[in-house]
């Protein structure tokens, strides 16, 4: 599912875009200004931005500028202005694209589609890494030209750990994003499930690596 990070101060807006972007089945998440925007892509990993310009205590520039720092997520900035000098400055900063108020819905839910499959190398298409192949669109992972079958939840870690390979994915995040925000159950949950895919695909386990007190790990051996 995709991730999508609204940013707006105003109210009425960034509650019709959430509208759309959860029809659209995103995962969506919400933030008032460039501050609270900042502190939440420190915490969370989101696949686009949505974020208007002029807002209070950190405007959409220097909230862009300060996410680009730490973390290359593709970003849409909103703007009333439509001026030239504003869409040369966001593209200097790294922005990805820029749709100026009033704007089309359906337009700005295409407009992230698009940037969501064109700056995610993985959105889709394939994975391969030795005998373990996955077809991310149909859902199918073979293991040495076999076919294996794997729970929904096994195929969401699987794609979810082989599209942040090499990087340190904490149980907290696995958590969020295969089971959601509102999930109580324990990390046992976790566990047994990654025991499972281990098992499913055999000696290609060896890829995902258990770092203690932290989470899991997709890397080559």
């Known amino acids: 599912m995709v991730k999508v990070l609204v940013v707006d101060d105003e109210v009425k807006i960034r509650e019709m875009i959430c509208k ?26 989101y696949d ?17 500028k300060e996410i680009k720092k730490e973390k290359d997520i593709p970003i849409i900035l909103l703007s009333a202005l439509g001026e030239e000098y504003d869409k040369v400055h966001g593209f200097d900063i790294g922005v990805d ?4 108020k009033p704007f089309s819905s359906k337009e700005l839910m295409m407009r992230i589609h698009a940037l969501y499959k064109r700056t995610n190398k993985n959105a889709g298409g394939f994975f391969t890494i030795e005998g373990l ?46 089971w959601g925000y509102d999930f109580f ?16 695909i055999k000696e290609y386990s060896k890829f995902i690596t258990t770092l203690r007190g932290v989470g899991y790990r997709f890397e080559k051996a």
């Open 20 to 45: 759309y972007a959860k029809y659209e089945g995103f995962d969506v998440s919400e933030a008032s200004d460039g501050l609270e925007a900042v502190a939440k892509c420190m915490d969370n990993d």
């Open 185 to 200: 159950g324990d990390d046992r949950t976790l566990d047994t499930h990654i025991k499972l895919l281990r098992k499913n």
């Open 48 to 64: 686009v931005i949505v974020m208007d310009i002029m807002m209070p205590n950190l405007d959409g520039f220097s909230a862009s």
């Open 133 to 178: 192949h996955i077809d991310y669109d149909a859902r199918v992972v073979l293991v040495n030209n076999e076919k294996v079958q794997l729970s929904p939840k096994e195929f969401e870690l699987l794609s979810y750990l082989t599209k942040n390979i090499g990087r340190a994915i904490t149980r907290e995040q696995l958590l969020q994003n295969i």
């Open 97 to 100: 694209d820029y749709v100026v």
